[in-house]
């Protein structure tokens, strides 16, 4: 899939939820980052993004809650270097009653790229039974104050078109 074309300035409108320097640990033998090391990002940065959709450490313990990560899909336009600064934003697409859909961008704060984008469906889980869960009120409400908000852009989200997620906000 080709990308359209998404100015740093467009990603610049979105929260960010990490930042970080890439290190030596992450070379892999092409002298760039290794593949691996992009998921463990976006995951960091899942685990940084949760607390803005209230789903904080207080409630996911007191409700034995958590969340499943149900499918991923990466692009790589351009690569990250080690000693590069990175910077992860994130979009919020869709929810369902327990699912949402969301995209989060790495920019490559050194070279002033796009280095890569990921799209997720992720389910809010009830841990006592490890099944989906419908997401409380509160939560609910975050992320569709965050989906209005993004859905508000000048720019529509790359979707990759293969996670079929179609589901309107409050669905």
């Known amino acids: 899939m080709r990308l359209p074309p998404i100015s740093l300035d467009q990603l610049a409108s979105l929260p960010t939820v990490y930042r970080t320097m890439i290190p030596s640990a992450y070379e892999d033998r092409q002298r760039h980052m290794n593949m691996r090391w992009y998921l463990a990002l976006y995951d960091k940065a899942g685990d940084l993004m949760y607390p803005m959709l209230g789903l904080t450490e207080d409630y996911l313990a007191a409700a034995e809650a958590g969340g499943f990560d149900l499918e991923h899909h990466l692009w790589y336009p351009s690569e990250v270097l080690i000693g590069d600064t990175v910077v992860i934003r994130f979009r919020m697409l869709a929810r369902s009653l327990k699912l949402f859909h969301y995209m989060m961008f790495m920019v490559n704060e050194t070279r002033g790229v796009l280095s890569s984008l990921f799209e997720c469906v992720h389910a809010h889980a009830d841990l006592r039974t490890r099944r989906t869960a419908p997401f409380p009120a ?32 409050g669905a």
Do not use: C, F, Y
């Open 138 to 169: 509160h939560v609910a409400t975050q992320i569709d104050a965050l989906i209005d908000e993004h859905r508000a852009l000048n720019w529509a989200a790359p979707v990759s078109g293969s996670m079929g997620v179609k589901v309107p906000s």
